[in-house]
């Protein structure tokens, strides 16, 4: 018999819970203590093989200080099938996480800006560099 593949919104709610608990460095150890049950648990609720009840995932937002509705895309209606959200997927990369942290721990607004500025900069400049090196014969050799 086949294994039941996870539902998209299961999949995402999980997600969620694991991009929150990892921008506030917390472990799957630490997050299982706090609800009173097993790690592996959490690893099946991140996975979205296991959905989160109600009640679980109203506690889950208190641990993680956010509201219940930050698990939720879409006014709570859940991904649409199929897309995937840029934002969820740069917060799962290990570089995405870093930067959010560090962008998290700038207090001064005009740093933020100019980073911000200086990101746009590099991203025009990085594809501008690509640009060029397909329309050069000679760097394409």
Do not use: C, W
Not at 50 to 72: D, H, K, W
Not at 84 to 94: A, D, P, V
Request: charged share 25%; aromatic share 6%.
């Amino acid at each position: 018999m086949k294994a039941k593949s996870p539902n998209s919104i299961d999949v995402y709610v999980g997600n969620r819970v694991r991009v929150r608990r990892k921008t506030l460095g917390m472990t799957q150890h630490g997050l299982a203590e706090l609800l009173g049950i097993t790690f592996q648990q959490i690893q099946k609720y991140e996975k979205g093989t296991n959905r989160i009840g109600a009640s679980r995932l109203q506690l889950i937002s208190e641990i993680l200080r956010v509201p219940v509705g930050f698990f939720f895309e879409n006014g709570g209606s859940g991904p649409i099938e199929g897309e995937t959200s840029e934002l969820n997927k740069f917060l799962s990369s290990k570089e995405g996480l870093a930067l959010n942290k560090a962008f998290i721990a700038i207090e001064d607004p005009n740093i933020r800006q100019k980073l911000v500025s200086l990101a746009k900069s590099l991203a025009v400049a990085g594809l501008s560099d690509i640009e060029a090196e397909l329309q050069d014969p000679v760097a394409n050799g």
